[in-house]
């Protein structure tokens, strides 16, 4: 069977990475030991670099988050979406995040973004727990 190709947003990645035993760090987790097929962009990385240092719990340097954006760049598929503001999308940080999901054409974007969530009737769109239940363990 093959792997689910899935973009994770900056929320899930940030939660993963800062709490290992949630449900975002478990699809991290699974992400990490080749259970799935993760898509990115430049503009996903970007906002985890920004985030990231506001999580004292994470524990890390900019130098080292920079360095972990880097490593995974190369651990996840790449892409560089472009589009038009989406008219349903309330907040502007968003629509990168929604072509992300359609330039990858990923099986789904993996969000706690509620604005991004209340798409899913029109896009494949899963808040993490909704994800882990239907693909997890």
């Known amino acids: 069977m093959p792997r689910l190709r899935v973009v994770l947003d900056t929320n899930v990645l940030v939660s993963g990475l800062a709490y290992p035993g949630s449900v975002p760090g478990r699809i991290v987790s699974a992400w990490r030991e080749g259970g799935l097929e993760v898509v990115l962009s430049r503009y996903i990385l970007d906002e985890l670099v920004r985030v990231l240092p506001r999580l004292p719990k994470v524990g890390l340097s900019t130098a080292e988050i920079r360095d972990l954006a880097d490593s995974l760049m190369f651990l996840a598929d ?53 994800f882990w239940s239907r693909h997890g363990g």
């Open 78 to 130: 790449f892409v560089d979406p472009v589009g038009t503001q989406e008219a349903a999308l309330r907040d502007p940080d968003d629509p990168p995040v929604l072509w992300a999901l359609l330039v990858a054409k990923a099986d789904y974007l993996v969000t706690g973004d509620k604005d991004l969530l209340a798409l899913a009737a029109q896009y494949p769109i899963l808040a993490p727990a909704e």
